[in-house]
RNA sequence: GCUCGCGUGGUGUAGCUCGGCCCAUCAUGGUGGGUUUUCAUCCCGCUGACUCGGGUUCGAAUCCCGACGCGAGCACCA
């Protein structure tokens, strides 16, 4: 190598060139670096026998930040054909209480952003005996320990890397104080189960870690069979290899839990799965996504259920017209670094109008309509002709009739302000006397051809408008603006474009008979 | 305090395993222009980054050491 160096500098690049092209012409393919396209490589698969798992806390539905999750899980099950289980980690009845409701409102979410349901779905709640069954093995087995110290002792004793005398209880003696924890003779606080690692470990988060512990509180599903409840990282560990678990993808602030896991794996003799981590995230319009949050501000009346427009849960993103493609597609790009990331909400629209926007009729909509008085005894046209879509002909046209001699248009407030000739999109060029008169404001048609570059606005016959509203978000506050929309026979749930204003969706009629829009994003 | 992880343009991201193809990819944003009877979509141009300091090497975004910064865990939450 040296020499080829030195033969560089002497003789040049391209004399290395021929002699690599007379001595050996494969040395000059160049092996490209080509851009990775969607997730990396899952260590260790294999195609058709790869498992994965979503498990969520049932506690409300799947806001965005879940939705990483069920992207990137389901997506690798794609790429390798394996399966994913959705599991509902349902077994703190205290702190985070399960929702009842949230179980079906988790999957009808899990489904929709899939595009396909879950392989297998699993309840914690609904596999107490097992969980129980192997907290069991392990205290006979010795590999975990009742411990009676209080939350404060034992923070001591992990301190300190020394260990707690209730780890040197006997088999025996531990069993006997498991009997009583199940029985509920042992109260909430009065006992934990903890599983021998070893106290000098350098990490202390692993330390002699809590598995189970005392739960006396009704939960939801299975009421107060149970008086003993696993923690996330013994019922994780345990269900991950019942389930056959292959790979495991999830947030990084998980680390220290696959390292506990881990070291009860190797009690048991099982191989823990390939593990892949994911960094922090927030959307820079919502921080953080906290559904007990969510929960109680809509408790109190803040927000106007899961599917508040303003709220980043699937559903009021779903609601509002969002594309489960986009969705996927936003969250794949970011991938699967372990970076902390702050992302903002115009690069999902920016995904998410590319999706739509193919598809989405054009209609009009006159936010703060005023009404004008337009002459147009000048002109022959009897209607006016405008697409459905100014780049799919094929979709068609509206068609707006006008009447003889005088017409009646609504355009908006704020084009109305300004003294300037404007052009109704699609039809002509007009001038506004801004004096009102008996008959209210009037107008006339300049002329119907383009000429120059009048400036554009949107507008609507009368014959053509019916009353609507427009649900948005503005300044952090739910606006229902009332305005005029044009007529169409769409059915609900079918993303339009709001010309000059953006996407909305019809989402159905008001009590008074106004059409009812929700807007996506502009 | 202990332990772990992460630092590439405004925001994300590829490249890092195995140093040269990287004066660094793609997207988004910003900006300028084109198409367009929408402030949409589409197209084109411009913009802008390897945290810092050492080391190894002919050669470092890539390997090593250190510093700094950010984040997480050390719960009877998930």
Request: net charge negative.
């Amino acid at each position: 190598m040296n020499d080829a160096n030195a033969l560089a500098v002497s003789h040049g690049l391209e004399h290395i060139r021929q002699i690599l092209l007379d001595e050996s012409p494969d040395a000059l393919e160049k092996k490209t670096k080509e851009r990775r396209e969607g997730l990396p490589e899952l260590p260790n698969a294999t195609t058709g026998k790869v498992v994965l798992r979503f498990a969520p806390n049932p506690n409300g539905p799947l806001s965005l930040g879940h939705a990483r999750g069920v992207v990137i899980n389901t997506e690798f099950a794609r790429m390798y054909d394996g399966e994913v289980i959705l599991r509902f980690d349902d077994t703190d009845a205290v702190v985070k209480p399960p929702d009842p409701e949230a179980y079906a409102l988790i999957e009808e979410d899990f489904t929709w952003l899939a595009g396909r349901a879950p392989d297998r779905i699993l309840r914690a709640s609904e596999r107490m005996e097992v969980y129980l069954e192997y907290a069991a093995k392990a205290l006979t087995e010795n590999h975990a320990y009742v411990c009676e110290c209080t939350g404060d002792a034992f923070k001591e004793f992990r301190i300190s890397m020394s260990e707690c005398p209730c780890r040197s209880r006997s088999t025996e003696n531990n069993m006997a104080l498991w009997s009583q924890m199940n029985d509920g003779a042992i109260l909430p606080g009065g006992a934990v189960i903890r599983i021998k690692t070893d106290m000098s470990l350098s990490n202390p988060a692993l330390r002699d870690w809590p598995a189970l512990r005392i739960q006396h509180a009704d939960h939801p599903m299975v009421a107060d069979r149970y008086k003993v409840w696993p923690l996330l990282d013994f019922q994780s560990a345990v269900e991950d290899h019942l389930q056959g678990v292959t790979h495991i993808v999830r947030g990084k602030d998980l680390m220290d839990s696959t390292r506990k896991q881990t070291l009860l794996y190797e009690k048991f003799g099982w191989n823990y799965p390939e593990t892949l981590y994911w960094g922090r995230v927030k959307v820079f319009e919502f921080g953080g996504f906290s559904t007990s949050q969510m929960k109680l501000d809509i408790a109190a009346g803040q927000y106007t259920g899961w599917n508040d427009p303003r709220l980043p849960t699937i559903r009021a993103l779903r609601r509002r017209g969002y594309d489960a493609g986009a969705m996927r597609k936003f969250w794949i790009d970011l991938g699967l670094t372990q970076k902390d990331i702050s992302v903002p909400m115009s690069t999902l629209n920016s995904l998410n109008a590319k999706a739509v926007d193919a598809e989405a009729p054009r209609l009009s909509f006159v936010r703060n309509p005023r009404s004008i008085n337009l002459d147009i005894s000048e002109i022959e046209l009897t209607k006016v002709t405008l697409p459905i879509h100014p780049e799919h002909p094929e979709k068609g046209v509206r068609e707006w009739p006008l009447e003889e001699g005088t017409i009646n248009v609504k355009i908006d407030r704020d084009d109305f302000s300004t003294h300037e000739p404007k052009r109704l999109k699609d039809f002509a060029d007009i001038g506004i006397h801004h004096e009102k008169t008996v008959k209210g404001w009037t107008g006339e048609v300049i002329r119907t051809e383009r000429h120059g570059n009048t400036p554009i606005i949107h507008w609507l016959p009368s014959n053509m408008a019916q009353p609507a509203v427009l649900l948005l978000e503005e300044e952090g506050e739910l606006v229902a603006a009332a305005g005029l929309l044009e007529v169409n026979d769409y059915s609900d749930g079918t993303v339009v474009q709001l010309e000059r204003m953006g996407f909305a969706i019809l989402e159905g009629v008001e009590a008074d008979g106004a059409r009812r829009l929700v807007q996506l994003h502009s």
